[in-house]
């Protein structure tokens, strides 16, 4: 069975920095990619991040690119999210999810969550 | 950017009837097209892959069409624990992918 368990989330003032991680089991975490999405409070998904397990390419959306960096540990079947210079509108609850492939496709799993607030 | 939206926002259903929600692409998607099941405090759940495939373990009662820009998500006969947010998203062109904003279906 696919586990993802996300930690790591928390409250952080504007212009902070966090990270969040992902422990992933049940798969061959190496052989897929990986995405982070998240959901504001009342809102809609968010695609945030995917990294390639394969080949470590990473794409960003446009709302977090420069400011945070995905990346993943094939040793420890974990994957992480640098979230750097936070602000008020990256408040979400933050999912990590695997891809059905190790291309970029639809989500076949998710995480519970972690809650990110960016709050003075 | 390919640009995603669902219709109607919110959709009031009885139990055991049939419901359905729609998914409209910017562009074509071909049929690379998912659907996904929210439940409130809870993770999005895979319901539905290349437009009409369910995913493991979803019932015969979700059903999936359309191709192209136009896509319809069916839910015949439904239960009570259909009532949840239901999310459409493309992966044809990317990044991004995209997800449209959403379709709540609560109980009438």
């Known amino acids: 069975e696919v586990q993802l368990l996300e930690s790591g989330g928390g409250l952080v003032q504007p212009g902070g920095s966090l990270r969040l991680s992902c422990a992933a089991s049940g798969f061959r975490f190496s052989s897929y990619a990986m995405s982070w999405v998240r959901q504001a409070p009342g809102k809609g998904l968010e695609w945030v991040s995917v990294i390639n397990n394969i080949g470590g390419i990473t794409y960003y959306a446009d709302s977090v690119k420069g400011r945070f960096t995905i990346s993943s540990d094939n040793s420890k079947n974990t994957l992480y999210l640098q979230m750097n210079s936070l602000r008020a509108e990256d408040t979400a609850v933050y999912y990590c999810?695997?891809?059905?492939?190790?291309?970029?496709?639809?989500?076949?799993?998710w995480g519970q969550g972690a809650l990110v607030t960016v709050s003075s | 950017e390919i640009v995603m939206t669902q219709s109607p926002a919110t959709v009031s259903v009885s139990p055991g009837e049939r419901a359905t929600l729609s998914c409209r692409a910017s562009?074509?998607?071909?049929?690379?097209l998912a659907w996904y099941q929210q439940k409130p405090g809870q993770a999005p759940r895979l319901l539905i892959y290349g437009a009409s495939t369910r995913a493991t373990g979803i019932p015969a009662r979700f059903g999936g069409s359309g191709s192209g820009t136009e896509f319809t998500l069916t839910i015949s006969s439904l239960q009570s624990e259909d009532f949840a947010v239901y999310f459409c998203?493309?992966?044809?062109?990317?990044?991004?992918?995209?997800f449209g904003q959403g379709t709540k279906l609560e109980i009438k």
């Open positions: 998203q493309q992966y044809n062109k990317w990044p991004p992918y995209t």
């Open positions: 562009q074509s998607v071909s049929s690379n």
């Open positions: 999810a695997k891809d059905y492939s190790s291309g970029y496709y639809y989500l076949d799993s």
